[in-house]
């Protein structure tokens, strides 16, 4: 139990310190002016919020190493202080290194499983409103559904997952 809360840390962690870390700011989704999502952006969404999981999971791990090697608090508080930085340019190069391929690996998915991050983000804070209920329900069964899949990714975005 331990592990996996630890794990968990990990990954909300390192979802939170990448999450926009290189975005150009051009946004190329326009929402549905309605503001509901349809069956086919839902479906869009869970397999890269599934792919994206699988990725952010085999990140951690990484993480989880630099942060061992290098003696890293859980906070990671380190990597904002210039002090730190200056004195320790490997780890600061690593961590780099490692948001880099999340980086890679994250437009890899929305590139291949053809959804933008824009209209990601957007379905995520979307299916919480009201009027979205009956596919909040569909996004849940359909969650259930691919997770269980054994191929639902295309070959590309499972190979640019194991890259290291």
């Known amino acids: 139990m331990r592990n996996k809360i630890i ?3 990990f ?3 390192l979802l939170i310190l990448v999450s926009g870390c290189k975005r150009d700011g051009k946004s190329k989704f326009t929402p549905p002016e309605d503001g509901l999502v349809t069956e086919e952006m839902a479906v869009r969404y869970v397999r890269v919020s599934v792919a ?9 791990v990484k993480l989880g190493e630099l942060r061992k090697k290098y003696g890293i608090s859980t906070g990671m508080s380190e990597l904002n202080d210039n002090e730190y930085k200056e004195k320790y340019p490997q780890v600061v190069a690593a961590w780099d290194s490692l ?3 999340w980086d890679r690996k994250q437009d890899s998915v929305y590139r291949e499983l053809g959804m933008g991050e824009e209209e990601w983000d957007w379905i995520a804070g979307a299916i919480i ?6 596919i909040r329900e569909f996004i849940g069964q359909e969650f259930e559904r691919v997770k269980n899949e054994s191929d639902s990714l295309p070959k590309q975005v499972i190979d640019t997952t ?3």
């Open 7 to 9: 794990k968990l840390m």
């Open 11 to 13: 990954l909300g962690i």
């Open 52 to 60: 994206l999981t699988k990725i952010a999971e085999s990140e951690a």
């Open 99 to 101: 948001r880099e391929d």
């Open 129 to 134: 409103a009201r009027e979205n209920r009956t």
């Open 162 to 164: 194991k890259k290291t």
